[in-house]
């Protein structure tokens, strides 16, 4: 089993080895990967007939990722799947029963700072560049919704985008209000999803729906990926494994500020008049204090 299991997870390393497999190998990998993990749970022969290759191709695959067999391999995607499903208490339970003498502060800030690294070696800049043109043209609306807790980090990208650009949309919370904010929702439109592990049913509804008006999605995910990466233009894998029940967003968060700024750059010359004018309505209603 290869030694890195606990950094990478098998998509992960197929992503890595796409550029060595053969023709066969390579169609087998994007089979797996399209629909991940849930691609790769059957027996060989049915993994084999759904990617249209032969049961030795399988074997060959995962033999280059390093395992000694197939038993292995799905062994190795079992266990992502348990993490992939797991709660909060059974993440605690995780870490608490091989926790070291270090003190939290230190191991929580190496467990992040080995996030955004990994997340930075895995995602591409073409693609968050990709991603800053879509939400800096001025052509199309931009539309963010987050989940039960991504909401906090949907509504903090909202705001800055908001004072960006015009035609930002906030999407409210639950399920039975989306109908009218997807009415408005053109072709060549960009919704910006976050969606995390223990994968929200209704965000996915939402993508599909909206990927049925032409809208453009990209989304803020985990390791895992939700199941709308595979409706998505663009996606982010943030590393997302912390010493807690709870999973972190720091590295959620520096993307978002990364590309916050990359639009405001890309924006300024139409940005600055917009916060210019926004800081005259804050003084016209003394919204903040001033010490002058």
């Not at 939290?104 to 997340?119: K, P, S, Y």
């Not at 060549?188 to 209704?202: A, H, K, M, P």
């Not at 993508?207 to 998505?232: K, N």
């Amino acid at each position: 089993m290869p030694d890195d299991r606990d950094s990478d997870t098998i998509a992960d390393r197929l992503q890595a080895a796409l550029d060595t497999l053969t023709r066969a190998e390579r169609q087998l990998a994007h089979s797996i990967l399209d629909a991940y993990p849930v691609s790769a749970l059957g027996t060989i022969t049915s993994v084999a007939q759904n990617a249209g290759v032969s049961t030795p191709t399988v074997a060959r695959l995962v033999q280059k990722l390093g395992y000694k067999g197939f038993p292995e391999f799905q062994t190795e995607l079992r266990r992502e799947l348990e993490e992939k499903i797991s709660g909060p208490i059974a993440r605690h339970e995780s870490w608490a029963g091989r926790a070291p003498d270090e003190h939290i502060l230190n191991r929580f800030t190496e467990a992040a700072t080995g996030n955004i690294r990994q997340t930075l070696g895995q995602n591409e800049t073409a693609s968050f560049d990709d991603a800053c043109r879509l939400l800096a043209d001025p052509g199309r609306r931009v539309h963010v919704a987050g989940g039960r807790i991504t909401r906090a980090l949907a509504d903090y990208f909202f705001l800055h985008m908001q004072m960006i650009r015009p035609g930002v949309v906030n999407l409210h919370s639950g399920s039975s209000a989306w109908p009218h904010y997807l009415l408005d929702m053109a072709e060549g439109d960009v919704l910006v999803l976050f969606d995390v592990r223990r994968y929200e049913n209704s965000t996915l509804r939402l993508a599909e729906m909206a990927r049925a008006r032409g809208a453009e999605i990209i989304l803020f995910t985990d390791q895992w990926r939700s199941p709308v990466h595979r409706l998505a233009r663009i996606g982010f894998n943030a590393r997302i494994v912390v010493p807690s029940a709870w999973d972190s967003a720091v590295v959620t968060l520096l993307l978002l500020e990364t590309i916050i700024a990359a639009v405001q750059a890309l924006n300024w010359k139409d940005t600055r008049p917009r916060m210019e004018e926004l800081e005259e309505m804050f003084d016209q209603t003394r919204f903040f204090r001033k010490f002058t």
